[in-house]
């Protein structure tokens, strides 16, 4: 079960510090960082050991399942920005 970021996101970036497997992306020393509205979790990369959720000062990461119903598109969100 990965987490997913959700419009919530400020960039805050205290998550990525965290993650243990680098799947929350762009983070501030990548060239899309600026262009970026909101981070992304990989979901084939995050191990589900949520740390992310602790750290996010804004509350916008939760469980896929968790997800509340009026931003359950960004599960799908944050898999299409690792297709790219």
């Known amino acids: 079960m990965p987490h997913v ?13 965290v993650c243990p497997v680098d799947c929350i992306h762009p983070r501030q020393d990548e060239a ?3 262009g970026a509205t909101m ?13 992310c959720v602790d ?11 968790d997800v509340p ?3 359950k ?3 799908q969100r944050n898999a299409e920005y690792y297709k790219k």
Do not use: Q, R, S
């Open 5 to 17: 970021i959700t419009e919530l996101c400020t960039k805050d970036a205290a998550c990525v510090a």
């Open 32 to 34: 899309d960082f600026d």
């Open 39 to 51: 981070l992304y979790i990989d979901p084939d990369t995050c191990i589900d050991c949520g740390l």
């Open 55 to 65: 750290e996010c000062p804004v509350k916008a990461i939760f469980p896929d399942n």
């Open 69 to 71: 119903v009026e931003w």
């Open 73 to 75: 598109h960004y599960i």
